[in-house]
């Protein structure tokens, strides 16, 4: 069985511009989660998708994050435009049922805004 | 909001025992888990408990659980060179909160 995966795993831009990351979940997995861990502190939720409908997404910081799971399989996390703080590790998790144990994340992507 | 604390880093030579710690604010989590991220990967869950048990163990790691202070510990025993990574503390359901993770380095 494949895993989630993340792509790109790194992306440097500047401030101001936009970035796409991208998670494939387990084939089947109706949840999705996004997470983000900036630099040495807590890794914090995002949101969770269920199929393709947002279930929660209280932890968007602010409205320059937007995130899309169309025809629930792949989702984006898009971030237009960036800013310095926007840099951190991405995590995208995906479960069959609702329960945490049952979660796979992905590696990450490493996200720089310079 | 829930908050999870941990120390950030931690140093043990090889073949000792590694005990990391976590503090949580949240009193009513059902579940706390401890998830392992080793370099370039994903996070891996390594083990979790239930808020009414005081311990649980599996091969060589530990988990204790304190729910009067709120306080949780993975120990990990005969600790190897590969368990060198950074561990988080977690707890929720659906959702997780997370402490800062702490680094361990196991040296030769």
């Known amino acids: 069985e494949a895993g989630v995966t993340q792509f790109p795993s790194h992306s440097v831009i500047e401030k101001g511009q936009t970035v796409t990351l991208r998670c494939d979940p387990i084939?089947?997995?109706?949840?999705l989660y996004w997470y983000r861990r900036v630099m040495g502190k807590e890794i914090k939720f995002l949101l969770h998708?269920?199929?393709?409908?947002?279930?929660?997404e209280s932890g968007m910081p602010n409205n320059r994050f937007l995130a899309e799971r169309t025809g629930g399989t792949y989702s984006t996390l898009k971030v237009q435009p960036a800013e310095l703080e926007d840099s951190g590790v991405y995590f995208c998790?995906?479960?069959?049922?609702?329960?945490?144990?049952?979660?796979?994340f992905g590696s990450g992507t490493r996200l720089t805004v310079v | 909001g829930e908050d999870v604390e941990q120390s950030l880093f931690l140093s043990v030579r090889e073949g000792d025992s590694s005990v990391i710690n976590c503090t949580y604010t949240?009193?009513?989590?059902?579940?706390l888990y401890w998830y392992k991220q080793e370099p370039g990967a994903g996070l891996q869950l390594l083990t979790y408990?239930?808020?009414?048990?005081d311990m649980k163990q599996d091969q060589r790691l530990t988990v204790l659980l304190n729910k009067k202070d709120k306080h949780l510990s993975l120990r990990i025993a005969d600790t190897q060179t590969g368990d060198s990574a950074i561990y988080f503390c977690?707890?929720?359901?659906?959702?997780?909160?997370f402490g800062t993770g702490t680094r361990l380095l196991v040296s030769p």
């Open positions: 949240d009193s009513s989590s059902t579940y």
């Open positions: 998708f269920v199929k393709e409908s947002k279930q929660d």
């Open positions: 084939s089947g997995h109706d949840n």
């Open positions: 998790a995906s479960s069959q049922d609702l329960t945490v144990y049952g979660y796979t």
């Open positions: 977690a707890t929720g359901f659906q959702k997780l909160v």
């Open positions: 408990i239930f808020s009414n048990m």
